[in-house]
């Protein structure tokens, strides 16, 4: 199985935007929820937010509510992460996952598998 590779990460100052993007496997991409978490040094893998299959149910953190929108590109197998007005506190590695469950609205870390390897996201004041 191929996990997913995301791509997209930068250096951006804050207020700037990013958009990330994650290659997904069609066998994967066509059958799970999939979503976004990531991690800063020294703290946990947060979530981020997560999207069904349809593209039309999407649930975000509390941190990203307002500046972030997933969606998925169902054509080409691809996850999106449209980000807007970045902060500093949003310098983070930035992982793609497929969930392991029919959309239930999950965000913790085990309701997700099959990880990419990351793409670092900083973001400098």
């Known amino acids: 199985q191929v996990p997913p590779a995301e791509s997209g990460g930068g250096s951006v100052q804050a207020g700037g935007s990013l958009r990330l993007s994650c290659a997904v496997s069609f066998r994967i991409f066509g059958s799970f929820p999939m979503g976004w978490f990531r991690q800063a040094p020294g703290k946990e893998r947060e979530f981020v937010a997560a999207i069904d299959l349809s593209g039309r149910n999407t649930i975000y953190g509390d941190s990203v509510k307002g500046r972030f929108t997933i969606s998925r590109d169902n054509r080409r197998n691809t996850l999106l992460l449209q980000m807007n007005d970045l902060k500093p506190e949003d310098t983070a590695i930035y992982y793609c996952?497929?969930?392991?469950?029919?959309?239930?609205?999950?965000?913790?870390?085990?309701?997700?598998?099959?990880w990419g390897r990351g793409t670092q996201v900083t973001v400098s004041s």
């Open positions: 996952a497929k969930a392991i469950r029919a959309w239930n609205h999950a965000t913790e870390e085990a309701d997700f598998d099959s």
